[in-house]
Nanobody, 118 residues
Framework: VQLVESGGGLVQPGGSLRLSCAAS????????MSWYRQAPGRERELVAG????????NYADSVKGRFTISRDNAKNTVFLQMNSLKPEDTAVYYC????????????WGQGTQVTVSA
C-alpha cells in the first residue's frame, strides 16, 4: 500500500494550493479518503473526508468554505483544493485511507508541508 502526497509548498496568505494523493496497492474506489494535518506542537487533526463514491464530504469547521476535497477513482487519486489560505493553515498535510469513515485501521501517506507566510 502506498499513499504519495504532493503539491505542498510556500504560499502567501490569501493564496491557493492543490494537494494530490496518489494511491496504490488497495481497492481505492472502495475506501473512504481523508486529509489530516499536523502543525508543530499540536495533535494531528482531520481536515476533510470523502466517501468512496464521492457522494458525501465532511470538513473541519476551520476550513469550511475554503477547502474542497474531491477524488478521481479512475486515477486512484484524492485532492484537496485549498483557497484563501491563512498562516494557521501551516502544517504537514497527510493523506489517509480507511475502509469506512469510522474504521479503526487505516493507511497513511508520508505527508507534504504547507507553509502560509508573507
Amino acid at each position: 500500500v502506498q499513499l504519495v502526497e504532493s503539491g505542498g509548498g510556500l504560499v502567501q496568505p490569501g493564496g491557493s494550493l492543490r494537494l494530490s494523493c496518489a494511491a496504490s496497492g488497495f481497492a481505492f474506489s472502495n475506501y473512504y479518503m481523508s486529509w489530516y494535518r499536523q502543525a508543530p506542537g499540536r495533535e494531528r487533526e482531520l481536515v476533510a473526508g470523502i466517501a468512496s463514491a464521492g457522494s458525501s464530504t465532511n470538513y473541519a469547521d476551520s476550513v469550511k468554505g475554503r477547502f474542497t476535497i474531491s477524488r478521481d477513482n479512475a486515477k486512484n487519486t484524492v485532492f484537496l483544493q485549498m483557497n484563501s489560505l491563512k498562516p494557521e493553515d501551516t502544517a504537514v498535510y497527510y493523506c489517509n485511507a480507511r475502509r469506512t469513515r469510522f474504521s479503526s485501521g487505516s493507511y497513511w501517506g508520508q505527508g507534504t508541508q504547507v507553509t502560509v507566510s508573507a
